[in-house]
């Protein structure tokens, strides 16, 4: 893989800053009143604070009922956001059981056999990036300023870094920051998408095989681990990893060796890990899906990318941003009128950053800000299934949900075949599959296919 060229950044003066500033940011502070821990005080050091009985959390208690990441609460106007992260025992507040909640100050919660009071402490002060652009990301507001600064940090270090959002946040963009501000960017930045392989060839993408090692593998394949030697890989979809891959991946992480499927001999390689997942990874943990010890390793440094919609002021900079990478050089009021930016910035964007981008080349195709508002609106949708009638047989769970995934299956192959011209190898690379896998549902589903 060829090194990207990063020499366009160096031309962007906010990119070079290291100036900062610092905000003041409302800080939490729990004590405990009875349990196990009683006594115990903490005040949370930055957004949110966590609490459970695993290493890293804000407040870590000894109460054996308590979950290892058990529940976690953020500063807001009035008191605190409690979110329950599937604890086993639940989180309570007097006799409700709450999964995401604001509470105030003076608040008291029970974790397991443990009672916790909230209340609030004096404002910390929260260190800012001094721009509103760094390495490809923009933003104004504190959140995204806050990230920068956090990227200009970590980026010099080799800590693995888990970034956690919702879907189009920009989670895979923040990896390139990562490694693109890096002393290693000179050498590649590598991408395995863990939801969109086919779980038997997860091992093989990530650390390579030998010919001969299983059936198909005619010739040898270079894992991804090896590929990015000297650089990045990026593990997106983190949390998709299959439980059984997830021993392997560790014991890659702490030896820093790798062996390939069929091989013989360990090889050694150098290379940064950043994840991402737009899954609570501790809430996996606490349910056994996801390993604690593997949670621990790749999630060093944690960075966690806000939704659009709690970013609003970004929207404008994101919107000049974007025109501006489409080549749009003409005034921004040309195509987005006050009126229908304030709209824009008030709207709830499910699909984040993303989205807006969407609309954004919408725009630019259409030369009208509201057409392409209102094409981005959702179509509603038919039902994915329906029950029959109340006298009808209701089927199996198994059986209607093969009828669902066969029916999604058979309309995604005759699109992807479409869109790549009939060529296999293209649409395994346009889906992120395998070429193996490709040729298997379009035989199961019959689908026809040129050359």
């Known amino acids: 893989m060829k090194p990207r060229d990063d020499s366009s950044d160096h031309s962007d003066p906010s990119t070079r800053q290291i100036r900062r500033e610092s905000d003041a940011h409302p800080s939490l502070r729990l004590v405990v009143l009875e349990g196990p821990d009683k006594g115990a005080t903490t005040t949370a050091s930055d957004q949110t604070l966590t609490v459970g009985t695993a290493k890293r959390n804000t407040l870590e208690l000894k109460d054996p009922t308590v979950s290892r990441f058990h529940c976690e609460l953020t500063p807001v106007p009035g008191g605190a956001r409690i979110v329950d992260l599937r604890s086993t025992n639940g989180t309570f507040v007097g006799p409700v059981r709450v999964h995401d909640a604001i509470i105030a100050p003076g608040t008291v919660v029970r974790v397991g056999q443990s009672t916790i009071e909230l209340s609030n402490d004096s404002p910390s002060r929260v260190s800012l990036y001094a721009g509103e652009s760094l390495a490809g990301l923009v933003g104004r507001s504190t959140a995204m300023r806050a990230i920068m600064e956090q990227l200009q940090r970590v980026s010099a270090s080799t800590a693995s870094v888990l970034v956690t959002g919702e879907s189009g946040t920009g989670k895979e963009l923040v990896a390139e920051a990562l490694h693109r501000l890096s002393p290693r960017s000179a050498a590649p930045f590598v991408v395995v998408d863990c939801a969109a392989l086919v779980p038997t060839l997860v091992a093989s993408e990530l650390f390579g095989h030998e010919k001969g090692a299983f059936t198909g593998a005619d010739r040898q394949h270079i894992g991804a681990f090896e590929r990015a030697r000297g650089g990045t890989l990026f593990l997106d979809e983190i949390g998709e990893l299959p439980a059984q891959l997830q021993p392997a991946l560790l014991g890659a992480l702490e030896r820093r060796r790798v062996r390939r499927l069929g091989g013989r001999a360990d090889t050694e390689v150098d290379v940064r890990v950043v994840c991402a997942t737009n899954r609570d990874l501790r809430a996996s943990v606490n349910d056994g899906s996801f390993r604690l010890d593997l949670y621990y390793r790749v999630a060093v440094v944690t960075l966690a990318l806000p939704p659009l919609r709690e970013r609003a002021e970004d929207v404008p900079a994101l919107v000049e941003h974007f025109l501006r990478v489409m080549g749009y050089t003409a005034p921004l009021s040309e195509l987005f009128s006050p009126e229908v930016l304030a709209s824009m910035s008030a709207h709830r964007w499910p699909g984040n950053v993303r989205e807006l981008r969407n609309v954004i080349e919408a725009t630019v195709a259409f030369g009208d800000a509201r057409r392409a508002l209102e094409t981005n609106e959702p179509a509603r949708e038919e039902p994915v299934w329906s029950a029959p009638a109340s006298d009808a047989a209701l089927p199996k769970y198994k059986d209607a949900r093969a009828s669902v ?47």
Do not use: P, T, W
């Open 405 to 451: 995934l066969q029916r999604f299956e058979r309309a995604y192959i005759e699109a992807l075949i479409q869109r790549a011209g009939g060529n296999v190898s293209q649409a395994a690379r346009l889906a992120g599959l395998d070429r193996g896998y490709v040729s298997d549902l379009l035989a199961r589903h019959q689908v026809g296919r040129g050359a």
